[in-house]
């Protein structure tokens, strides 16, 4: 079995689309799953959940898509508030209460050979898993998950790593990159005899065709999110090679 898992593609159809298109040309997948902050800050939040669709792409809820599905504006930060009203606004009704029903996690398998896919980690849909975490914070997140492999996001800087017998793998972002790569990225899980096979993409895309789309779109805090995507990079992420904030 064959599974596709791409996250935080955060409304950049294009990235989506360039993602979609390299795992065709790699024969697919026998599924593919959207592990979470699906639309927010984008300027394309509609067509990416009706491409999701368009595929059968099974979908987890992240943070973002929960504040979208459920928050009350009047208690989140102004800029999330802002962001928050633009989306619903662009996708309507009926997807901001899909939004909101999205399940938590999705699992291929119940053993220790399956797959569990989520957003942030398996307890939580915002608490970043650092690729240093230190050894309590991976038990008290990972330690009493039944399956071995755990696929998820939210961080958007990509790796593996193996932990007490477990692969943990963060698969960054389909559509705004921050780790000073401006490529999209997204795994490709395989089941073997031993375990998962775990194949890291990187995916170009026109950042420049994306930025326009922005600036098109009417979308709030403009400057702001133009910045973000040209960065490509956590601001406090230091130098290639420095340690982890």
Known sequence: MRVAVLSDIHGNAHALDCCLADLAARGGADAVVAAGDLCMDGPKPKKVLERLREIGARCVRGNTDRMIGEADPAQLDPDDARGVQWVRGKIGKAWTHWLRELPFSLAFGDGEDGLLVCHANPKSDDEHVWPDAYDDTLERLFGDVPQRTVAFGHLHLA????????????????????????????????????????????????????????????????????????????????????PIP
Not at 166 to 192: C, E, F, M, Q, W
């Open 159 to 242: 790796y593996v790593r193996i932990w007490r017998g477990r692969t943990l793998v963060n698969v960054a972002s389909a559509g705004l990159p921050k780790d000073g790569d401006p490529l999209a990225h997204y795994a490709i899980l395989t089941r073997r005899s031993g375990g998962w096979e775990v194949q890291e993409r990187r995916v170009p895309f026109d950042l420049e065709r994306v930025a326009r789309q922005l600036r098109k779109s009417g979308i709030p805090d403009l400057n702001r999110r133009l910045s973000t995507l040209r960065r490509a990079r956590y601001p406090n992420l230091g130098e290639p090679g420095s």
